[in-house]
């Protein structure tokens, strides 16, 4: 195996975190969101240490106003090859997390984590109640309103893990493709400040029918309300 499948191979779960990508509160007051994968920065050192030994990488910072870059170099001979990515700085230990994230980006220039942007956008598991294990979080509501929830994250398929590797049972049943769309549309409607019940009124006379609630929607019917906010904003 060559230094680029070795730096490509997939990770353990245990190295993997998940971050919440946007979230809401469907008009039922429960909570969901979609969540993303990254390596964590631990692992991909350890990748880098594997692939190239110790003193056969480095890496590099550039601080910049609100953003950070990072470059890793590699030893390949006599010679150093260094790849970049940059990041914003983030909210909380704005200079830490940019570096941070800004080292995981350039890190998939090298390839590693990359085949998680092969992953679909997943909806983690959320609950109003406390649980073992469990992140806490918040979402706004159409009104505005925040509400406090826990969530989990899904499982990662099979081919996203090392052969050797512990098939991973589910946490929940997947949302379906309609209900994953409803929550698109929601955090569209939410994230513009909106009112839904007043754009499902609208669109209900688009259609020639009462609409009252997402609920009335058919996949076909959201995926063509999406298509016209998305109009309406550009």
């Not at 994968?37 to 350890?46: G, K």
């Not at 550039?62 to 590699?74: L, M, P």
């Not at 050797?164 to 513009?192: C, F, H, I, Y």
Request: net charge neutral; proline share 4%.
């Amino acid at each position: 195996m060559n230094k680029a499948e070795q730096l490509k191979r997939p990770f353990p779960a245990k190295d993997i975190e998940w971050r919440i990508q946007r979230s809401g509160v469907t008009d039922k007051g429960k909570p969901w969101a979609v969540v993303l994968a990254y390596v964590t920065n631990r692992a991909i050192q350890n990748r880098l240490d594997e692939v190239f030994g110790i003193e056969g990488w480095q890496n590099a910072f550039r601080d910049h106003e609100k953003a950070v870059e990072c470059g890793i170099g590699a030893k390949f001979g006599d010679e150093w090859i260094w790849k970049w990515d940059a990041a914003e700085e983030t909210q909380v230990e704005a200079v830490k997390g940019g570096r941070s994230a800004a080292m995981k980006r350039a890190g998939v220039q090298w390839g590693i984590g990359r085949y998680l942007y092969d992953l679909e956008a997943n909806f983690a598991e959320c609950s109003l109640n406390d649980a073992d294990g469990w992140q806490r979080a918040s979402a706004k509501d159409k009104q505005g309103k925040f509400t406090s929830f826990y969530w989990r994250p899904p499982t990662l398929p099979d081919w996203a893990l090392p052969d050797n590797e512990p098939k991973q049972t589910g946490n929940a049943e997947q949302p379906t493709v309609l209900e994953r769309l409803k929550a698109d549309l929601n955090a569209m409607v939410s994230e513009k400040g909106k009112d839904l019940s007043q754009i499902l009124e609208w669109f209900g006379g688009q259609v020639n029918r009462n609409i009252q609630s997402m609920d009335d929607l058919a996949e076909m019917e959201v995926r063509r309300l999406i298509s016209a906010l998305q109009k309406k904003a550009a």
